[in-house]
Each structure stands twice: as structure tokens, then as C-alpha cells.
């Protein structure tokens, strides 16, 4: 079955600071990969995706992640964090052979300091 | 363009009255539907999705219901309201494994 996991329930960085969300998955082959970002009371938009082809993928608001298929990871990152980008963010998959359920992580708060 | 559409946008209801959430989605056919309930501090846990109408599978044994009468109508019920059915309910839709949400309910029962 699959799953996710993200590490670390709130991260905070310095306003300029890289930003660097983990998630690994489990699934028997690899599957499509998501990051969401939520804002307070509000529903998830999604930031990107990886589904085939070059691994490192470029999202909206400068962030991109890059799936490592020999360590099922796929980490969120962003050069240099912007008090905007305080959020939620979860990590997502869904299985290539399932025909729907995109499973989502637990989240992970993160906080920016000015 | 597709839309999603969710109310009520806040609930506050009794322990053990009904509940009834709503959720329709525009500009699609046929589209996978899901319900979410985010509870304070923890992620999103899937409670049911649905390929089509009248075909619901369910994730989380539960006292919560849910049913497709129509191709883009999804609602999630429940006969009697518990404590522990507080949180953030999400409704969504998927195109090519893309999740695309609605703005979310938030139930506190009391």
C-alpha cells in the first residue's frame, strides 16, 4: 500500500533562508508525486508535480522538488524564503496502477522569521 | 473552466443531530471524487472517493456516510453527529491525479 511521510511537523527558517520540506514515499513502483501548499482556512493548491521524465520539477512561487527514485524522496526546496510562503504544505501520491486515491501526507507547517 | 463548490463554509452543530455537507463541481463529466477531513494539528485523512455515481468506497470505517446521486454532486452525512467529527472537511476532484479543491467546510460540533 502506499504512503507518506513527512518529516519534521513545523519548520522555520529566516526570511532569505532556504527552505527545505522532506517527504519520502512507499510504493511498489514509483508513483506520481505531489506538493500542496494551504493557506489558513482555506482549500490546497497544488505547487507541482512530478509524473514521468526529468526529475527535478519547477512548481509556482520558485519552489521545485526532485524525485530520487533510490531513496524514495521527494523534497520540496526554495532558495530563498519569502514571508508569503508561510503555509502548509503536504506532500501527496498517487499510485501509476491505481485508477484514483492520491494519498497525502501529514503536513508540515512552515514558519518564516523576518 | 472547471469550478468546485463546497458549502456550508462553517458549521457549528449538537452532538448527535444530523449533518449533511455538499459538494458540486462544474465544467467536468465524470470526474473522481473525494471527501477529506483535516482534524486540528494533523494532515488530510481520506474518508471516501468515488469513480462514478453510486459507487462510493470508504477508507475509514466510521459514522460518517457518503453518496453520489448525480455525476458531479458528492455529499457526506451522518446520522449522529460525535465530538470527534470536529474539524476541516475538503471535497475534491482529480484530472490526470491532480487534486483541485474546495474551500473547505470547518464543523466544530459541541
Known amino acids: 500500500a502506499q504512503s507518506v511521510t513527512q518529516l519534521g511537523s513545523h519548520v522555520s527558517v529566516s526570511e532569505g533562508a532556504l527552505v527545505l520540506l522532506r517527504c519520502n514515499y512507499s510504493?511498489?513502483?514509483?508513483?506520481?508525486l505531489f506538493w500542496y501548499v494551504q493557506y489558513p482556512n482555506q482549500g490546497l493548491q497544488l505547487l507541482l508535480k512530478?509524473?514521468?521524465?526529468?526529475?527535478l520539477v519547477k512548481g509556482i512561487n520558485g519552489f521545485e522538488a526532485e524525485f530520487k527514485k533510490s531513496e524514495t524522496s521527494f523534497h520540496l526546496t526554495k532558495p530563498s524564503a519569502h514571508m508569503s510562503d508561510a503555509a502548509e504544505y503536504f506532500c501527496?501520491?498517487?499510485?501509476?496502477?491505481?485508477?484514483?486515491?492520491?494519498?497525502f501526507g501529514s503536513g508540515t507547517r512552515l514558519s518564516i522569521r523576518p | 473552466s472547471q469550478t468546485i463548490h463546497q458549502w456550508p463554509a462553517t458549521l457549528v452543530q449538537p452532538v448527535g443531530s444530523p449533518l449533511s455537507l455538499e459538494c458540486t463541481v462544474e465544467?467536468?463529466?465524470?470526474?473522481?471524487l473525494y471527501w477529506y477531513r483535516q482534524a486540528a494539528g494533523r494532515g488530510l485523512q481520506l474518508l471516501f472517493y468515488?469513480?462514478?455515481?453510486?459507487?462510493i468506497s470508504s477508507e475509514v470505517p466510521q459514522n460518517l456516510s457518503a453518496s453520489r446521486p448525480q455525476d458531479r454532486q458528492f455529499i457526506l452525512s451522518s446520522k449522529k453527529l460525535l465530538l470527534s467529527d470536529s474539524g476541516f472537511y475538503l471535497c475534491?476532484?482529480?484530472?490526470?491525479?491532480?487534486?483541485?479543491f474546495g474551500q473547505g467546510t470547518r464543523l466544530t460540533v459541541v
Open positions: 475534491a476532484w482529480t484530472r490526470d491525479r491532480e487534486a483541485f
Open positions: 512530478y509524473t514521468t521524465g526529468a526529475t
Open positions: 465544467g467536468t463529466s465524470n470526474p473522481n
Open positions: 501527496a501520491v498517487s499510485e501509476r496502477s491505481s485508477a484514483s486515491k492520491i494519498i
Open positions: 510504493s511498489s513502483v514509483p508513483p506520481y
Open positions: 468515488s469513480v462514478g455515481i453510486g459507487q
